[in-house]
DNA sequence: GTTAGTTCTGTTTTT
DNA sequence: CAGAACTAAC
């Protein structure tokens, strides 16, 4: 069935309709209005574009190649389904990050410029799942009001498991079982790529410790990440009312970066879009970086064969990169056997090559980097801004941020070792997490001692024994801990007092109006900072984590702020799944951006310098598996830049304190040599060069002084 | 129950 | 080399 809608200034639309669509017909008398504000969106694209946008119907695989616009793509498309009337509530679309969901909502939204639009569903795999499960959790037996688990809350419990298990034998160590176990509920296992097929020594493990840790699990009311999503799974292949619900409520779905996509969020999709298969994803193969964490490419490799009838678009033009840098970047992915077949191109100029260079060692590496981006700054009149050094592992930081502070160059580290791991933020947030939730006795039982009221490992042993003994909470244990004899008589009120301290700032987070206030008060009557004062004999130490934990108390009353309904609930989901400390601070970026190539992934920077490119770095020692995800890896960092690009390796390096040599990366060679340039360290300027560079500097001068 | 010394180990990490 | 985690003595 097809309807017609004539718009004022003879435009015609054409609107396929099904038959569960009928609320469309509800609002395209409104929408035509609006039209050409989208028609002036539309023009902006070039035709594969345009294609990928109108084209709304069936099952659309949109290939994206690094920096074809993918983004305009996808927000243009959103706001173009909204202006052919489609209710805002029937659009879902689903990103990996909450940067990238934020940034589609604000763009798509300006397209439309308000015109009383209202905004589609658009958010993370995790945050959607968790939405979802907080309606329906208890159709799987779940309590309500279960909390989130961390990375380190799931490594702890684990841990607690192995010993009560005595397993002893420490060349197992707990990270590499959870992540196993990670990779089994993932269904790594039936992966179609699925190399972890062989069961080796850890496998059997995980599979042995699996139950008791998902048991574990259950009993303190706690899902991990990877459980947001497979409950939710469960949830739809369980209850086909449910799903029902949701298929009928998303008639639309778009999802980013499919190629990272794994098979629980490929079945989660899969489901979703039902026999409707509205479905379009967006992704490129050759940007696929996190197979180890899961993901996994032939997802949107075998799309086409998945969602028979599927509309592939290709988008080859990229906006982003001078010719040389994209033939570069053409050279080294072409090497790759399992691939989509595309070749990006650009009008833009070929640009300066691609710059190589080879350094003694690490630190000499890093001081010609932080020498060049000064050279970069007065020659070429760069702004630190502009330039990003990119490497393997965050641990390459270090010689780096040496070099540039050296230089006095200002600088901003993205990623590594992030907020929450100081010990203080950990321990403060626990106590949140008991008070959320009563049943959390992993939480309880680490701030049990923190700070010390005379709990120590024994009388929280005899604690957690008589809660096994009588399927109570640690909680209500301490509640009860008059009743067991085994304890003193001081402990007993020690662990009595606890149990008070606790329920008293449980109901005071769910009356007072500020928590933030509440939390505070809590820090104070525990006495946390004269705590942290004996922790850190350094008064200076000391003062920077009272700072760091003021800093929490800041964002929950930033959370509260902004949040119309705001719940200590509310306050751990966004801890736990958006980096609420670093939402605060991503103004403060700025100077020289030192990232990871795996966080590089979707920026762009006119100037980047990609780091220690060397064997059993690039491609990693570790990796061997798997060379072609290596080889994508430098792939990302090369398509980051814009203008110009250098690429450094060393001839030894010292590793964990041994100075080993190293040799260049096998994927320098696959850069065409034409857009190579070699720099030599004691190659000397030019009569010009030097003409510009002495130029440049008075300039720079004049600058400082002058405007 | 805490502390200082010792051994061990070493990617990437959107949530 | 450096941080974590474990052990052995206060």
Same mark, same amino acid.
């Given at each position: 069935?097809?309807?017609?809608?004539?718009?004022s200034?003879?435009?015609?639309?054409?609107?396929?309709?099904?038959?569960?669509?009928?609320d469309?017909?509800l609002?395209?008398?409104?929408?035509?209005?609006?039209?050409?504000?989208?028609?002036?969106?539309?023009?902006r694209?070039n035709?594969k574009?345009k294609?990928?946008?109108?084209?709304?119907e069936?099952?659309?695989?949109i290939?994206?190649?690094?920096?074809?616009?993918?983004?305009?793509?996808i927000?243009?498309?959103?706001?173009?389904?909204?202006?052919l009337g489609v209710?805002?509530?029937?659009?879902?679309?689903?990103?990996?990050?909450?940067?990238?969901s934020?940034?589609?909502?604000?763009?798509?939204?300006?397209?439309?410029?308000?015109?009383?639009?209202k905004?589609?569903?658009?958010?993370?795999?995790?945050?959607?799942?968790?939405?979802?499960?907080?309606?329906?959790i208890?159709? #799987?037996?779940?309590r309500q /009001?279960?909390?989130i688990?961390?990375?380190?809350?799931?490594?702890s419990?684990?841990? $607690? @498991? &192995?010993?009560?298990?005595?397993?002893?034998d420490?060349?197992?160590?707990?990270?590499?079982?959870?992540?196993?176990?990670?990779?089994?509920k993932n269904?790594?296992?039936?992966?179609?790529?699925?190399?972890?097929?062989?069961p080796?020594d850890?496998?059997?493990?995980?599979?042995?410790v699996?139950?008791?840790?998902?048991?574990a699990?259950?009993?303190?009311n706690?899902?991990?990440?990877?459980?947001?999503?497979?409950?939710?799974?469960?949830?739809?292949?369980?209850?086909?009312?449910?799903?029902?619900k949701?298929?009928?409520?998303?008639?639309?779905?778009?999802?980013?970066?499919?190629?990272?996509?794994n098979?629980?969020?490929?079945?989660?999709?899969?489901?979703?879009?039902?026999?409707?298969?509205? #479905?379009?994803?967006v992704? /490129?193969?050759?940007q696929?970086?996190?197979?180890?964490?899961?993901?996994?490419p032939? $997802? @949107? &490799?075998?799309?086409e064969?998945?969602?028979?009838?599927?509309?592939?678009v290709?988008?080859?033009q990229?906006y982003?990169?001078?010719?040389?840098?994209?033939?570069?970047?053409?050279?080294v992915?072409?090497?790759?056997?399992?691939?989509?077949?595309k070749?990006?191109?650009t009008?833009?100029?070929q640009?300066?090559?691609?710059?190589?260079?080879?350094?003694?060692?690490?630190?000499?590496?890093?001081?010609?980097?932080?020498?060049?981006?000064?050279?970069?700054?007065?020659?070429k009149?760069?702004?630190?801004?502009?330039?990003?050094?990119?490497?393997?592992?965050?641990l390459?930081?270090?010689?780096f941020e040496?070099?540039?502070r050296?230089n006095r160059?200002?600088?901003?580290?993205?990623?590594?070792?992030?907020?929450f791991?100081?010990?203080?933020?950990k321990?403060?947030?626990?106590?949140?997490?008991?008070?959320?939730?009563s049943?959390?006795d992993l939480?309880?039982?680490?701030?049990?001692?923190?700070p010390?009221?005379?709990?120590?490992?024994?009388?929280l042993?005899?604690?957690?024994?008589?809660?096994?003994?009588?399927?109570?909470?640690l909680?209500q244990?301490?509640?009860?801990?008059?009743?067991?004899?085994?304890?003193?008589?001081?402990?007993?009120?020690?662990?009595?007092?606890?149990?008070?301290?606790?329920?008293?700032?449980t109901?005071l987070?769910?009356?007072?109006?500020?928590?933030?206030?509440?939390?505070?008060?809590?820090?104070?009557?525990?006495?946390?900072r004269?705590?942290?004062?004996?922790?850190?004999?350094?008064?200076?130490?000391?003062l920077?984590?009272?700072?760091?934990?003021?800093d929490?108390?800041?964002?929950?009353?930033?959370?509260?702020?902004?949040?119309?309904?705001?719940s200590l609930?509310?306050?751990?989901?966004?801890?736990?799944?958006t980096?609420l400390?670093?939402?605060?601070?991503?103004?403060?970026?700025f100077?020289?951006?030192?990232?990871?190539?795996?966080?590089s992934k979707?920026l762009?920077?006119?100037?980047?310098?990609?780091?220690?490119?060397?064997?059993?770095i690039?491609?990693?020692k570790?990796?061997?598996?798997?060379?072609?995800e290596e080889?994508?890896l430098?792939?990302?960092?090369?398509?980051?830049?814009?203008?110009?690009?250098f690429?450094?390796?060393?001839?030894?390096?010292?590793?964990?304190?041994?100075?080993?040599?190293?040799?260049p990366?096998?994927?320098?060679e696959?850069?065409?040599?034409?857009?190579?340039?070699?720099?030599?360290r004691?190659?000397?300027?030019t009569?010009?060069q030097?003409?510009?560079?002495?130029?440049?500097?008075?300039?720079?001068?004049?600058?400082?002084?002058?405007?």
């Open positions: 069935m097809f309807l017609t809608i004539i718009t200034k003879k435009r015609t639309f054409k609107l396929r309709l099904r038959q569960c669509d009928t469309v017909c609002y395209h008398a409104e929408q035509v209005r609006y039209l050409s504000v989208m028609d002036k969106a539309i023009s694209l035709p574009q294609e990928a946008v109108m084209h709304t069936g099952p659309l695989l290939l994206a190649g690094a920096g074809s616009g993918k983004t305009r793509v927000t243009t498309r959103v706001a173009y389904l909204l202006s209710p805002a509530g029937a659009v879902l679309a689903v990103t990996f990050t909450n940067k990238a934020k940034e589609m909502r604000e763009r798509a939204m300006s397209i439309l410029q308000g015109n009383g639009y905004t589609p569903l658009i958010s993370t795999f995790h945050s959607l799942c968790l939405n979802i499960l907080r309606r329906e208890d159709k #799987l037996g779940y /009001d279960f909390t688990f961390d990375s380190s809350d799931q490594h419990l684990l841990r $607690n @498991i &192995l010993s009560e298990i005595k397993f002893e420490k060349s197992f160590k707990p990270e590499h079982i959870m992540e196993r176990i990670s990779m089994t269904e790594m296992a039936r992966s179609r790529t699925g190399k972890t097929a062989s080796d850890i496998a059997i493990i995980s599979e042995m699996y139950p008791k840790y998902h048991e699990m259950k009993t303190l706690a899902v991990d990440f990877d459980d947001l999503l497979l409950l939710t799974l469960q949830l739809f292949r369980d209850h086909p009312a449910v799903l029902d949701y298929r009928f409520r998303f008639r639309y779905i778009m999802v980013d970066e499919y190629q990272d996509t098979r629980v969020q490929y079945n989660l999709i899969h489901l979703l879009s039902g026999e409707r298969k509205n #479905l379009c994803v992704g /490129d193969d050759d696929s970086i996190y197979g180890w964490r899961g993901a996994d032939g $997802n @949107i &490799l075998d799309f064969k998945d969602f028979p009838g599927t509309v592939i290709r988008l080859e990229n982003r990169s001078f010719g040389h840098i994209l033939q570069a970047a053409n050279g992915i072409k090497n790759n056997k399992k691939r989509m077949e070749s990006l191109w009008e833009r100029d640009g300066p090559k691609v710059n190589i260079f080879r350094a003694t060692d690490g630190d000499d590496e890093a001081q010609w980097v932080a020498d060049r981006v000064e050279l970069l700054k007065f020659e009149k760069a702004s630190y801004d502009d330039i990003a050094i990119i490497y393997r592992a965050n390459f930081s270090r010689p040496e070099a540039l050296k160059v200002p600088y901003t580290v993205v990623g590594g070792t992030s907020y791991e100081h010990r203080e933020i321990d403060l947030a626990a106590y949140l997490k008991i008070c959320a939730n049943s959390d939480s309880l039982m680490r701030i049990a001692n923190v010390k009221r005379g709990l120590g490992p024994t009388a042993g005899r604690l957690a024994a008589f809660s096994k003994e009588n399927s109570i909470s909680l244990a301490m509640r009860r801990a008059g009743e067991i004899s085994e304890l003193g008589d001081k402990i007993k009120n020690n662990a009595a007092d606890l149990a008070r301290l606790i329920d008293k700032n109901s987070f769910r009356t007072k109006r500020e928590m933030n206030k509440a939390f505070r008060s809590l820090i104070e009557e525990i006495n946390y004269d705590y942290l004062h004996e922790l850190h004999k350094n008064p200076k130490a000391a920077s984590r009272i700072e760091a934990y003021e929490f108390i800041l964002s929950m009353a930033h959370y509260e702020s902004k949040e119309s309904a705001p609930h509310g306050f751990l989901e966004a801890l736990a799944l980096d400390m670093n939402e605060k601070d991503e103004k403060k970026m100077g020289v951006t030192l990232i990871s190539l795996h966080s979707g762009e920077f006119p100037v980047v310098f990609i780091v220690g490119v060397e064997e059993d690039l491609p990693h570790k990796s061997v598996g798997d060379v072609e080889r994508r430098f792939y990302v960092g090369i398509t980051r830049a814009m203008k110009e690009l690429i450094t390796h060393t001839t030894h390096r010292i590793k964990y304190g041994k100075d080993v040599p190293s040799n990366s096998r994927f320098i696959e850069i065409p040599v034409e857009v190579l340039k070699k720099i030599d004691f190659e000397k300027e009569p010009e030097a003409e510009n560079s002495a130029k440049a500097f008075f300039a720079n001068i004049k600058d400082m002084l002058g405007e």
